[in-house]
């Protein structure tokens, strides 16, 4: 979509919010994005686009209205989960994520490295996981972690709300129950509460000082989950289609390979910065000094705002997507 059709900066917030708010996995949505690159869009909002898509994708009649994102390999059982289904009631999520995201985003950079800067930004993600739970309909606290996290991918909101998910007690998860069963973890209190959250601050900084400081706290909440529920093969599988480019465009290929690899990478200092490798160089993606830049801030009045338009450098894209030799 992004080399071909082209992308805005509210295509990427709605991408964010149907990838949180409908899917339980990846193999649904990525076959309605290849779909999607050689058709025309029937919806301006990229999430009702999405909606259509993926009933068609899975077959299912257009009153059904939950859960349309689900699918094979799930991640999370589905939760009946109803799909927003006007353009007004997108826009009003989306300018609610707008303002919590831009206050959210200047609060997490004014946080200044110290003694005390782990728990701020784990303060910081928990407070803005409450206000998504609390405003907009159909998240609860995975969906909720799921939407920031994916946010912060994508270049919404700071890479620290990435790395710094807190170990939490979401009712029924893997996590809660690794928390009972193996840390001797009793009912504390609400998930959000500031025991819990030093609990990650000390428990993180002891498993540093035999790893380093690239295991961060997303790694020991995922580690914690899987662990809780018991590690199963759908852990380590994502669903990615092969792309191809050519002189005149970039041509999907419909073969389920992964081609791309990507991880967020701190350089041993926590100066946090999404990159991918393709099997020959690295390139860096998001970041300031980046050579190629998915989605990007401007900041007005002090806040960051997303801009309308998304730069894209289509030579290195293509590049990037070059099989190896």
Excluded at 210 to 217: G, I, S, W
Aim: glycine share 8%.
């Amino acid at each position: 979509m992004y080399c071909n059709k082209g992308i805005t900066s509210k295509d990427v917030f709605e991408l964010c919010l149907f990838f949180a708010h409908q899917c339980n996995t990846t193999v649904t949505i990525v076959k309605a994005l290849v779909l999607m690159c050689g058709q025309k869009r029937k919806n301006a909002s990229l999430y009702l686009e999405l909606v259509r898509v993926c009933k068609s994708v899975k077959g299912l009649p257009k009153e059904h209205n939950h859960d349309v994102g689900s699918g094979a390999i799930p991640r999370f059982q589905a939760s009946h989960n109803r799909a927003y289904s006007s353009p007004s009631e997108v826009s009003q999520v989306l300018e609610y994520l707008k303002k919590i995201f831009g206050e959210a985003s200047k609060s997490m950079t004014s946080i200044e490295k110290g003694s005390s800067c782990d728990i701020k930004r784990l303060r910081l993600f928990n407070n803005l996981k409450k206000q998504i739970t609390s405003e907009c309909q159909g998240f609860g606290g995975v969906r909720g972690m799921h939407l920031i996290q994916f946010s912060a991918i994508m270049g919404l909101i700071p890479l620290e709300f990435y790395t710094n998910v807190p170990v939490h007690l979401s009712n029924k998860s893997g996590t809660q129950k690794f928390m009972i069963d193996y840390m001797g973890w009793k009912d504390h209190g609400p998930e959000t509460s500031e025991e819990l959250l030093q609990w990650n601050v000390s428990t993180l900084r002891s498993i540093g000082k035999l790893f380093n400081k690239e295991f961060t706290y997303h790694f020991l909440e995922n580690y914690f989950c899987i662990r809780g529920r018991g590690k199963i093969t759908k852990d380590v599988l994502y669903h990615f289609p092969q792309i191809s480019p050519t002189t005149a465009s970039l041509n999907l290929v419909v073969e389920e390979i992964p081609q791309l690899f990507y991880h967020v990478s701190g350089n041993k200092c926590c100066d946090w910065r999404m990159v991918v490798f393709n099997g020959d160089r690295e390139y860096e993606i998001g970041g300031d000094n980046s050579e190629f830049t998915l989605t990007k801030y401007e900041t007005k009045g002090g806040y960051h705002c997303f801009p309308k338009t998304v730069e894209m450098n289509r030579t290195l894209f293509e590049r990037m997507y070059t099989p190896v030799s």
